[in-house]
């Protein structure tokens, strides 16, 4: 079984710049969520994709903005990068959006400076 | 808004030594509370509980749930080194307006550091 894998593992942007992180979903799963992790805080719900449509939305601008494919695999895309960006993306994925328990990948750390 | 609070947020123990992480919650629509351990990077899933009342274990630690108190609470019995990690509990809300909608709701963690 393969489980959830995120790419790249860190990124140096420059604030204004944009920025796409890509996560493949675990084998057998349909939905995918991504969470923002500041340094010394829990994971924050940024938006979730269930059957390529996004399905729920946490307190982010839409400059956050995602995609997920055929596949179940996804994007997060953050346009107009700034400082506060700068933080660990988890994605995760399950298999519906309610009864299965979430599974991580190991994120991917962005540094905006 | 939709709270979780975890206690205490750190906890330095000595290897055997049985430890109790606490977590209370507020939350409309509650589906489920979830705990999972976070090492480096990833949060491991280690359990969830949807019933009052009903343990859950794996090996040394097990978690239960109390529904009209709004808490759960995680025991790790004869702790080792490698319990030395960020534990993060976290709330699932059920189907609102016909959507399903699995958010979870993150406390802010207990980081638990296990001397040798």
């Known amino acids: 079984e393969t489980g959830v894998t995120q790419s790249p593992t860190h990124l140096i942007k420059t604030r204004g710049q944009q920025v796409t992180l890509r996560c493949s979903s675990q084998s057998g799963h349909n939905t995918v969520s991504w969470y923002q992790q500041a340094l010394g805080q829990g994971p924050q719900f940024i938006f979730q994709y269930y059957r390529e449509e996004e399905n729920g939305r946490g307190n982010f601008p839409p400059r956050f903005s995602g995609l997920q494919f055929p596949n179940y695999s996804s994007e997060l895309n953050v346009n107009a990068l700034e400082l506060d960006d700068s933080a660990l993306y988890l994605c995760a994925s399950s298999f519906g959006t309610g009864t299965s328990p979430l599974h991580f990948g190991n994120g991917t750390r962005l540094t905006v400076t | ?116």
């Open chain 2, 1 to 116: 808004e939709d709270k979780v609070v975890q206690s205490p947020l750190s906890l330095v123990v000595h290897e055997g030594d049985t430890v109790t992480l606490n977590c209370s919650y507020e939350v409309t629509n509650f589906r489920s509370l979830l705990w999972y351990k976070q090492e480096k990077k990833a949060p491991t899933f280690l359990f969830m509980l949807t019933s009052s009342g009903i343990e859950k274990k794996s090996g040394r630690l097990s978690s239960i749930l109390d529904k009209k108190e709004l808490f759960s609470i995680l025991n790790i019995t004869a702790t080792q080194t490698g319990d030395s990690a960020v534990y993060l509990c976290a709330v699932r809300k059920g189907v609102t307006g016909g959507t399903s909608y699995g958010k979870l709701t993150f406390g802010q963690g207990t980081i638990l550091t296990v001397h040798p």
